[in-house]
């Protein structure tokens, strides 16, 4: 018990004193018991030593909220660098711009000299010609330009303007397309009008000059005319006395004339134009029955086999042979009796039908049907 060391008997004033159970005492001198309340004790007070600081009081402040920074994007960013270069670039630009404008325009007063310089030189040397033509250069192929390009009126200018130009030879040249050495008459009777091909026999140019692939005029026009003005081309030639049937070998046409109008494209898509042609040329003397230069086949082998309905039809009443002998390629040596143009006809018929795309040709192969049953009642073979 605390405080028990301290106490003394109250009988005897003994300080051996014992703990009894309940909180009593006994002293062991006089045997004298008693009951002890220990005071309470009270706690200690602790003192703190707070040094304060000299002058007034502090104040009490209001806490201030500060909003967090923003990060910038990255566009603007960009933008702003853009905005900047501009400036700079129209900056730096303009600081010369006075300068460059002025030696701009003193070049282009100088150039515009020079040009006007050139131009007053090829006056003194040059005669003008339709379109600007330069009769310096080549006056031929000037002409062929003219026609392809159906400018008639300016083709008669230079044919009137350019004496020579009756004599005078294209030069080869690809785009568009001419093989070289034609005469203004072979360019006129293929892509001109029947004036301007009278014009130029007119003036003396030569019916019977050759090509570079020894076609007459009447023979170009006759294979390569695709115009409207084919039939009259061939009225004024032939009225000329254009020979009318070419030699078919080797150095001269590889078929003969009446070959030519089978394969000329305007006249067999237009059979009635054909057949004006074909009376035209049987007038004059026509060969019907000559030969290919391989002697291979006649106009009315082709004609057959093309399936030029109309044509087969003319040949045949004007007296071609129409079991004429054939050969099945040009490199055979010999002609043979059964290639007839009836032969030939039911052989392309069969290759016709016999492709994929046969329903494409329908029209082609009612032709060639039209045409293997006229042959036969006509009594080919």
Known sequence: MAGINHLNCPSCGSTDIAALAGGALRCRHCANSWTYNAPQQQP???HVHVHAPS???????????????????GCILVLVVLVFGVV??????NLGSRQYFEQAEQRRREDAKRQEERGAAATEKTKATPDGISLESNSANQFLKLLEDKKYDDAKSLVEATPSLVT?????????FCEGNDTALHCAARYGTPEIVQLLIGKGAELEATDAAHLTPLWRCIWLNWTEYVVANVR?????????????????????????????????????????????????????DARDMWGAHTALHVAARGGNTEIVRWLVEHGADINAPGKSSANDKDVQ???????????????VKADKNAARFADKIARLEAIIEFLRESGGK
Do not use: M
């Open 44 to 46: 200690q007070p602790v």
């Open 168 to 176: 005078t030879r294209t030069v080869r040249r690809e785009k568009p």
């Open 337 to 351: 009796a059964d290639i007839t143009p009836l032969h030939l006809a039911r052989t392309k018929l069969a290759e």
């Open 55 to 73: 002058g007034p009081p502090p104040r009490y402040q209001q806490p201030v909220y500060v909003q967090p920074k923003k990060k910038t994007s």
């Open 88 to 93: 700079a670039l129209f900056v730096v630009t």
């Open 236 to 288: 004024v030639l032939l009225k000329a006395g254009a020979k009318v049937n070419a030699e078919a070998r080797e150095g001269g046409p590889s078929l003969s004339t009446a070959h030519l109008v089978v394969v000329n494209v305007k006249l067999t898509s237009t059979p009635a134009l054909a057949v004006e042609v074909l009376n035209l040329l049987q007038a004059a003397g026509l060969k019907i």
